[in-house]
């Protein structure tokens, strides 16, 4: 069932998708996450990710909880592109760089939204040509489907000029409820290399064969036994705040609580993901009136390579006039049972 539970103001609407398995609580702005209710093995019902009781947060503070992140997710170098010979210029919002769509990227924007069924909500938005310094209209199209344990998130855009587009979610995900942090969490992806950052966290080109590292989680380990160890990688980042580049076309990324018997399994159509320990998370004040402290989280940020733009031969974050942006991830929302 989906129905509209709380208005924000006349445009920003609370959303809840529910069926017998999960509750997920979505917003038109910025299709943001706010909630996500599961049960665990013992039927205890807790909230998995992170985020604000007062909405006036998500539109202020810069950690996009559960936010949707566009028109470029992660950091371009210097804030600034070539793109058919011409030269844009973006926020630099970031250190020396652009983060995340800019100062008011899709992350702070209202979304249109339409309710299609009892297991859908479609979003949509068109971002203007200069929109935070892109080119072309884009016009993007999000659909949250929850089926069964199952939220399928279907991106869809289209440009009237050649621009960039790397979409992500933001969503932080805890699933013990936030009773502990995620070092008692096990992870697993299927990614044989990394890409490694610079100080500032911008990808620098260098990849990694992960083998014999701390970012070897082929099979499953422990996010504690690892985010701190002595790794040049890890230290620059401050944890885990690197690109994974998938072996795999799905289920690439398995998150597992043992003690409340919540997993969390990640399919996409894209090639990588971001994988982030919430190493800035600060103290700040989230939902229940709880401090969020870094590594109190892990966000899955499926995407494109980070500054495509200016790292690959062709780079895959372009869209042309006439092409569609068509991408899906799906989160599956586990509980096991023994
Ligand atoms: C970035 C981090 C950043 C965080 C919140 C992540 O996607 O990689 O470096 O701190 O988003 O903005």
């Known amino acids: 069932m989906i129905e509209v539970v709380k208005h924000i103001d006349d445009s920003i ?10 509750e997920i609580v979505v917003s038109n702005y910025g299709c ?38 566009g028109r470029v997710a992660n950091r371009i170098k210097k804030g600034e592109f070539t793109l058919n010979g011409q030269t844009y210029h973006l926020a630099v919002n970031n250190g020396p760089n652009h983060l995340h769509g800019g100062i008011k990227g899709f992350s702070y924007q209202v979304f249109d939204y339409e309710i299609k069924d ?21 016009d993007l199209t999000v659909t949250y489907t929850l089926d069964g344990d199952c939220l399928k998130v279907h991106y869809h855009a289209t440009t009237s000029a050649d621009t960039l587009i790397n979409i992500t979610n933001h969503s932080y995900f805890n699933l013990s409820g936030h009773k502990e942090n995620i070092n ?23 990849f990694r064969d992960v083998t014999g590292t701390p970012f070897d989680f082929r099979q499953p380990a422990l996010i504690g036994e690892r985010v701190d160890q002595d790794d040049d990688q890890l230290k620059i980042g401050k944890g885990f705040d690197h690109p994974f580049v998938f072996d795999t076309q799905e289920n690439q990324v398995i998150l597992t609580h043992q003690d409340s018997g919540r ?17 800035y998370l600060d103290g700040r004040v989230g939902k229940y009136g709880e401090h969020y402290y870094a590594r109190d989280a892990i966000c899955i940020e499926t995407q494109n390579m980070p500054d495509a733009i200016h790292l690959e031969e062709h780079p895959s974050t372009i869209l042309k006039k006439g092409e569609t942006y068509d991408e899906i991830t799906s989160y599956q929302f586990k509980v096991i049972k023994s």
Do not use: W
């Open 263 to 279: 997993q969390l399994i990640v399919s996409t159509t894209l090639p990588q993901a971001q994988i982030y320990t919430a190493n």
């Open 184 to 206: 008692h969490h096990t992870l697993q992806i299927h990614a044989s290399k990394h890409a490694c950052v610079d100080a500032d966290g911008l990808t620098t080109g260098e």
């Open 13 to 22: 609407h609370l959303i809840s998708m529910k069926n017998e398995q999960l």
């Open 32 to 69: 943001t996450i706010v909630k996500v209710f599961m049960a665990d093995r013992h039927g205890h019902v807790d909230d998995v990710v992170l985020g604000y009781d007062d909405f006036n947060q998500y539109q202020t503070l810069d950690a996009y909880l559960g936010a949707l992140v």
């Open 118 to 138: 009892e297991k859908t909500v479609q979003f949509h938005y068109l971002s203007k040509d200069g929109e935070e310094g892109y080119p072309g209209n884009l």
